[in-house]
């Protein structure tokens, strides 16, 4: 017995042991190299656009066709004024009537072309923060080294941000060597259904097979203690989107029966909440936890470095933040409520939306039976019904061993000596996904540097972007064309 015991401790002192020295080699290999991130210089012409630009707020609503396209129009005549050698030089043509699409003829036929992708239609800014806002959305300000404004870091700013660096290229004189094109949607906000997906389409009507697409979505975040990971979005999630419908008689309120359908539509959601489904280690996730490995508690980087044979641990731990969350499931979400139309009648249908974003490597019929499952097992067929109201297949994982992917990466690294460079999957969906079909090299990537909390204004209260941070998009878009196209 005595053998037994001394024979279980070694053998837990030598598991902890190993465990421990795989933390240690983890560390040891995860790099925090720190050097000056170049400053860029300021160009006082540049902010006034893009603040200028800020003034024309593009919203394309759900509605699309009572969308207002007198602000589509007046900010392509604002770009037509602003850059006028721009239209002079690129071949100009509208997609859809208001996507803007523009070709910079290259020296070389031969050549694939590139295509640089952002929108200009921005989120609306909600009437009851409006107050809450140190500058009015749609006129901005500049205090302290930040231009605010609604869009100017999504996505207004990168899209500025480019016309400044084709005009400055012009300046200079260059040609380049392959066809690049710039395509920017107008609808990006309500789904790309009208501006990205259709320019995809011309491409893809035309036989033009770009080597790649760069469009907004992933940056440089700046960590807690100094790491810099350089993001670039490979691939973003599905989504699944249904009303999940709970069944009982309609009466009025004044003799309520103890279960209605409301409050088996409470059951449900209390259900789905509990039971997640089941987490997974896609090879992105591991990329993204290695990467923030430095930024975590011991316990959660003891769990990462031995993830193998300490899964289960890890994931317990890392569904406890919502972000992380989102990296190894399929997520759900309950985003609206509909009961009765009268406050006394119990209805006969409640119904919940749920808006569920699915792993790559998943489809949005496997979230589906997982509902299914776990709705079945609480009620009877026919106490309930989901209704679909749409399913978005999750993205292609772009390719990181190609030349093209490898030419961003440097360029990002002498942008950013201190970057680890991060391939990454957005948690959300973004207009890059439309191009999967015409190109196999589809990046999401902003050229800033930015702390998570900043990076969080989007959509938010207060969007700014730092001019510096503005500079540097301009800056790096001029010498990423320059120096590869
Ligand atoms: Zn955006």
Request: with cysteine; glycine share 4%.
């Amino acid at each position: 017995m005595r053998k037994i015991i001394i024979l279980s401790i070694l053998i837990s002192i030598l598991f902890i042991g190993f465990i421990l020295f795989r933390t240690y080699n983890f560390i040891k290999n995860t790099p925090v190299n720190l050097k000056e991130t170049s400053k860029a210089e300021i160009d006082d012409k540049a902010v006034e656009n893009l603040l200028k630009s800020v003034s024309i707020p593009v919203v394309t609503l759900k509605d699309y066709k009572n969308s207002d396209f007198s602000r589509h129009i007046k900010f392509k005549e604002f770009l037509e004024s602003t850059y006028p050698e721009i239209f002079e030089q690129l071949e100009f043509r509208t997609i859809n009537s208001y996507s803007l699409l523009f070709k910079w003829k290259g020296k070389d036929e031969k050549l694939p072309p590139v295509v640089f992708v952002g929108h200009y239609d921005v989120v609306e800014a909600d009437e009851t923060s409006l107050k809450e806002w140190k500058y009015p959305p749609y006129k901005g300000g500049i205090e302290n080294g930040k231009i605010f404004g609604r869009g100017t870091l999504d996505d207004r700013g990168s899209v500025i941000a480019l016309f400044q660096a084709i005009s400055k290229l012009i300046q200079e004189g260059y040609t380049p060597n392959r066809d690049i094109y710039f395509a920017f949607g107008h609808d990006e906000e309500t789904g790309g259904v009208n501006g990205a997906k259709a320019i995809s389409d011309w491409f893809f009507d035309n036989n033009i097979k770009p080597e790649m697409v760069l469009d907004e979505g992933g940056r440089v975040e700046l960590l807690e203690n100094n790491t810099q990971n350089a993001y670039i979005g490979v691939c973003e999630k599905g989504r699944l989107l249904i009303n999940l419908k709970l069944k009982s008689k309609g009466m009025h309120a004044s003799r309520p029966p103890k279960e209605t359908s409301v409050t088996k539509l409470a059951d449900a959601i209390r259900e789905l909440n509990k039971n997640q489904s089941k987490a997974v280690l896609i090879p992105q996730a591991k990329d993204y936890y290695k990467a923030t490995f430095n930024n975590r508690s011991l316990i959660t980087r003891i769990l990462i470095a031995n993830s193998d044979i300490l899964k289960l641990f890890l994931f317990k731990k890392l569904q406890q933040n919502p972000l992380d969350n989102a990296y190894i499931r399929s997520t759900i979400a309950i985003t609206q409520l509909k009961g009765a139309s009268s406050a006394n009648a119990i209805p006969s249908v409640a119904v919940a939306t749920i808006d569920s974003r699915i792993l790559p490597e998943q489809i949005p019929d496997d979230m589906l039976n997982h509902i299914e499952k776990v709705l079945s097992k609480k009620f009877g067929k026919d106490e309930y019904e989901i209704e679909v109201i749409s399913k978005t297949d999750p993205s292609n994982v772009s390719d990181t061993n190609s030349k093209i992917f490898k030419k961003l990466a440097d360029e990002i690294s002498s942008a950013f000596p201190s970057a680890n460079i991060v391939p990454y999957m957005i948690p959300a969906g973004t207009d890059a996904k439309y191009y999967e079909k015409i190109s196999k090299n589809v990046y999401r990537f902003l050229p800033i540097l930015i702390k998570p909390e900043e990076y969080s204004l989007m959509h938010g209260t207060n969007e700014y972007i730092s001019v510096e941070n503005y500079m540097r998009m301009i800056t790096f878009y001029n010498s990423f064309i320059k120096n590869n196209f």
